[in-house]
């Protein structure tokens, strides 16, 4: 009997696509024919966790969180390993003061930042501009998702971008079914990485944009806060319904940016522990220390779900003490941050 297959990827924002292998025709109206009981389907998740972030304070601060949850996985894995880890997805991009969280599998995220890097290494301009920083991160992932298209797509058939696409009339052309199969199989890969970039332009403005896989740019700035990953929709719908601001005081988007994170906990995929970092115009970011982040998690667990009588009684949290000094404190400590006199360091 002939091996068939049936694959079905979800991808980071939970689209789904339906792939057939084996199947007389290759189409769908054969599929019910040729699948009999006995055969197996193959189901095949791309697992990745979720990064937000949110502009607050008039503008003059940007609220980044992230979960610490890390995916690997191959392409014909079942079953990807997904855990939650100490490991920072909050990375600065070369000496700039440009950050990009990084969602999904970290190793083709970090060499798209590492491209980065480079590219702004040879054109530190290039990092004073939103323009200029979506112009080259997006090079960047597109340079980075040919060179894996090669390698999974290409190689394995002793192919090259070259012999694929301009062939020299010295070498006979390719087989049309063939081709079509090399060409669609490399438009499909999936990098299972997304990143989100933050950051102030040389003016002090915010700006919040992603770049998705093939190599997509979209800039934020008009709502002030967005999110990438498996959990993106939950925790982008949160911040919609708490009318999140760019006026918003920092105490106010830190909670709102943690309650949008806890969200999205309801996606498998997203892990439960959190990292926050608060980054204002000239400065690095400032990590928001384990015992902010303890408060934030005490008030949310004191806040009630409902001011309705519930079937089961929630357990009670008292409000943390002082909880209200202690997190204005630190806002106003990180806002009062001395900024560089040089946006570039040295």
Not at 63 to 90: E, I, N
Not at 101 to 116: E, H, K, N, Y
Not at 255 to 276: H, L
Request: a positive charge; glycine letters at 6%; hydrophobic letters at 40%.
């Amino acid at each position: 009997m002939q091996e068939k297959t049936i694959t079905i990827t979800i991808d980071e924002r939970g689209n789904s696509t339906l792939d057939l292998e084996g199947f007389a025709g290759k189409g769908c109206e054969k599929a019910s024919d040729d699948f009999r009981g006995g055969d197996l389907v193959k189901v095949q998740r791309r697992y990745m966790t979720v990064c937000l972030a949110t502009i607050a304070e008039k503008s003059r601060a940007i609220v980044m969180v992230s979960d610490k949850a890390v995916t690997y996985g191959h392409k014909d894995s079942l079953a990807p390993m997904q855990y939650d880890t100490d490991v920072k997805k909050v990375r600065r991009i070369g000496t700039t003061f440009w950050y990009a969280l990084i969602a999904g599998d970290p190793t083709f995220a970090l060499q798209v930042v590492d491209s980065a890097e480079q590219i702004i290494a040879k054109k530190p301009d290039v990092a004073e501009s939103l323009m200029g920083m979506m112009a080259c991160l997006k090079a960047a992932y597109k340079k980075k998702r040919e060179t894996l298209v090669s390698d999974l797509v290409l190689s394995p058939r002793l192919l090259t971008k070259e012999l694929l696409v301009s062939r020299s009339k010295e070498l006979l052309p390719l087989d049309r079914e063939f081709f079509v199969e090399v060409s669609d199989e490399a438009k499909s890969l999936k990098t299972g990485s997304s990143l989100l970039i933050c950051g102030f332009d040389k003016k002090g403005e915010p700006h919040i944009f992603s770049v998705t896989n093939p190599g997509v740019v979209n800039t934020h700035d008009l709502t002030g806060f967005h999110a990438v990953g498996i959990g993106a929709t939950m925790a982008i719908s949160r911040l919609l319904i708490l009318e999140s601001l760019k006026e918003d005081a920092l105490p106010l988007a830190i909670y709102q940016a943690f309650d949008s994170k806890v969200n999205a906990e309801v996606m498998q995929g997203v892990g439960y522990n959190w990292d926050a970092e608060i980054l204002v115009s000239g400065t690095e970011a400032q990590e928001v220390p384990k015992r902010i982040r303890s408060l934030v998690e005490g008030i949310y667990e004191s806040l009630p779900l409902t001011p309705l009588p519930l079937r089961k009684r929630r357990r009670e949290h008292a409000y943390p003490k002082n909880w209200q000094e202690k997190l204005d404190t630190f806002c106003k400590k990180v806002m009062r941050q001395p900024k560089h006199a040089n946006r570039r360091r040295k």
